[in-house]
């Protein structure tokens, strides 16, 4: 089920609107994603994840797309259009689209993050072959 960051923060939850966000990564996860050709080239987007965040707006999550190039920069502001453009044309509205991190973020959607178990530093079900490498 959904979990609301209040029940876990208690009187020291922030005071948002939405508690239940989802933020899903563009490049590699959400669009296809090879080379960097420039911000206003978004690969097509990989359909069974569309699928997975219309699935997840309708049962009431907050989506947001979480991506590097919304970092701020001289180019932010034509990036974040190119973004929402892409989502709007592939279905998923006018939808949030932002480099940074908040509170509310329940969930990473990322082809390249790594599950690490909370309060351990232990990789969550594999085996840390970096770690493994440097160590030995």
Same mark, same amino acid.
């Given at each position: ?11 020291? #939850?922030?005071?948002?609107? $939405?508690?239940?966000?989802? #933020? ?8 296809? $994603?090879?080379?960097?050709r420039g911000y206003s080239h978004i690969? *097509?987007?990989?359909?069974? =994840?569309?699928? @997975?965040?219309? %699935? #997840?707006?309708? #049962? ?8 590097? @190039? ?27 689209? !932002?480099?940074?991190?908040? =509170? !509310? =973020? !329940?969930?990473?959607?990322?082809? @390249?993050?790594? %599950?690490? *178990?909370?309060? !351990? ?5 594999? %085996?840390d072959t970096l770690w493994a490498e440097?160590?030995?």
């Amino acid at each position: 089920g959904l979990v609301d960051p209040c029940t876990l923060l208690g009187d020291n #939850a922030p005071m948002a609107p $939405h508690l239940k966000t989802i #933020a899903v990564d563009l490049d590699g996860t959400l669009a296809k $994603h090879g080379k960097w050709r420039g911000y206003s080239h978004i690969g *097509e987007p990989i359909l069974a =994840m569309l699928d @997975r965040v219309k %699935r #997840a707006i309708d #049962a009431g999550y907050r989506i947001v797309i979480f991506t590097a @190039r919304a970092a701020p920069g001289p180019d932010q502001a034509f990036a974040i259009q190119q973004v929402k453009v892409w989502a709007f044309n592939n279905g998923l509205g006018d939808i949030e689209v !932002t480099a940074i991190k908040d =509170m !509310t =973020m !329940t969930e990473f959607w990322d082809d @390249r993050a790594v %599950r690490v *178990e909370a309060n !351990t530093g232990m990789v969550g079900g594999i %085996r840390d072959t970096l770690w493994a490498e440097v160590s030995e």
